[in-house]
């Protein structure tokens, strides 16, 4: 056992700190060889010596500049663990000490546990890359060799327990809880002597939470018992989270502690485990990932009570529970709805909690705030907009009359009728109060802005429903001919194609080549004409038209353009093949996608798969690079396009199937490439993995249709019903405010699966 006192009263003589030995020891190591979040460390001791010296102001800079760079948004590197001993140097002889050892516990909690055994990787103070001559000792990992060093500094931490300042203590127990299984078996003796007679609050509540951390199953009775009322608020509320990441029963005691203590914010605020500084939130998030009936209703009484607490502050910290409960189960909008639909009541008319807003993440829970939240939105500014846009979400057909009323002055509100970005939400339905607004907006609106596009998405939506719009649309063009175009087509009635295509013909002649383009396309959409538009997408591919002032992808586009024609675009093939980047070049993602859809438009011009398989193949094989995702999906939708001229791609298409990313669209590729080579069985587990972990769902979900669900074992419709039937959302990330209605989405598509629809 280490004598802390004994320890800490030497750490801290001034003998042992020798500034010029320092400097020698930190001048001596490599550090432009080491890497950091910003390549080479050879500013780091720079930093150091800033840290350890006089200047107050050079030494805030200085550990500000340490937490980008060797603890980059909690990311360690090489030149983290080298850094530590120096730290340590520093936080012994008593220089900012505390914000020191905050910044080794930060260290350590970046990192990993080092692997156990004789060849478990270098000691703390060598080189985590060097692989001595002949040794053939495997390189351990940045992130076990900060670990490692930390662990090194254990005697200066646990002494640090010891220390008279508070702030030091707090620091130094909050450090120590990061040490993992290597540093337990010294560290959790030391933290329990501290903790038996430790008498402020905030280091009592950092040793319990380290303790935890360490030795969940040893700590669990100091846990328990500190749950009471006699505990001071800060250990306590510590307690009851410490309960719950062990996995404690959820008791009344926890329930009452939590609203005893409400609002709970207040009580972490000075508490170092700033990933963890939201208690209600972070409980109601820990007991929901347990995935059971009793932890669910625990939360949902725990955040029912909450949101009708009398105090604001508490309101606001069970709002923010319940939207993410909300994301995280399918029966938390049913259960929660009164309440909250209470809370907002309560609120005042600025929505000081936030609850007014939440309203619409019930969905059709919510259909009794419906009220409420047309009273709201019927006011003026942010509040009225966010009260509509919830209502969109309620009850959408109410609201869409409430919109059309005041439409200029609901931004929110229009974004949210119009699908949102990214089409994440659903289009309010035709309505025709709506559409007359929709066209008194068109003849008003100015050039610029988002509301050409969510005009557009909503016409679009609505298709010949709204040809009354056509007038407005005309008449707007000019002033938005990027967008517009998309709107006309969707709208148009037969009565009126001749006047819409003089318009866009007209259109294809002048103006920037992007805009011309955009109308030859809309114009061969609606009419089938591509005359105007083989000259501008040859153009384009030689390069004379540029981006056009309207897209970042113009040869991918052009290529999708020139697909779309077809056989008659025979006279842009050879451009088209100038367009591919060379073979075996380094391709970046749009390359990529440029290779994709040049492959695809010269099969759909030519007939001929042979030019399109080498490319889609080589970017098949290409799996290595980040954010790869959406350009394999494409290239493996084109190879199924190709049909079984494509079997030359099989190899690497089933390469695919083993990443719950790729495996739909790599799954029906092989369908239309090579269906004789599929085990049906094997693909609806793999296609049913994919669904259930939440990586490509609605993907995963469509290709079992696609493959016949009639032919599902009983084990894997079992699966299927599950995926539709379970509490835990399959759904668990997007846009926010998004989760919910997409899930409900897929809900709805997996049922209707499962029923052979």
Known sequence: MIDAMDFDRALFRDELFDAELFRAELDARPWASYTHAYGSAEDVPGCLRALAGDDDAAAEEALSELYGSILHQGSVYEAS?????????????????????????????????????????????????????GSGAVRESDEAACRRAVVAQLPLLLASVEHQDRAVRQAAAWAAGWTGTAGAAVAVPALRDRAAIETDPLVRAELLTSLVELDPEGSASAAAGAVGPDSPPELRIAAVMACADIGLPWTLDHHEAVLDLLPLDRLAADRHDHSRNEPLHDICLTLLDRDTGADREAVFALLDAALRSADPEARTEAVWAVTTACELSRSAPARLAPALIAAAAEDGPDDETGALSALGRLGPSGAPAAELLAARAAGDGDTADRALEALLAVDPVRA?????????RRPRALQAASGGF????????????????????????EPGGTTPFWLTALLASWGPDASDAVPELLAALPAHPWVLPKALVAVCPPGRRAEVADALRARTGTGPAGERIEAARALHELTGDHGPLLPLLAERLAGGAGGGGGSAEPIRETAEAAAAVGPAALSLVPALRAALNSPGAERNNPQMDDDVAVAVALHRITGDAAEAVPVLGGVLGDRDGLWRRWTLVRAAVAAGSLGPAARPLVPVLKALLGDPWQTPSAALALRAVAPDDLDAGHMAGLLLDAAEAGTAPFEAVDALVAFGTDALSDEHRARLTELGERDRRVVRSGLDGTVEITDERLRARVRAAVRGE
């Open 422 to 445: 990214a089409d994440s939400l659903p289009v309010v339905p035709y309505d025709p109060e709506l559409l007359a607004a929709v066209r008194r907006r068109l003849a008003t609106m």
């Open 81 to 133: 663990a080298k850094a530590v001993p120096f730290l340590a140097k520093i936080a012994a002889a008593g220089i900012r000490t505390a914000d020191v050892l905050l910044l080794i516990g930060g260290i350590a909690e970046g990192g990993t546990d080092p692997d156990s055994g004789p060849d478990s990787g270098p000691d703390p103070g060598s080189n985590p890359g060097a692989d001595p001559a």
């Open 400 to 408: 869409a009359s409430l919109l059309a009323r005041d439409l200029e």
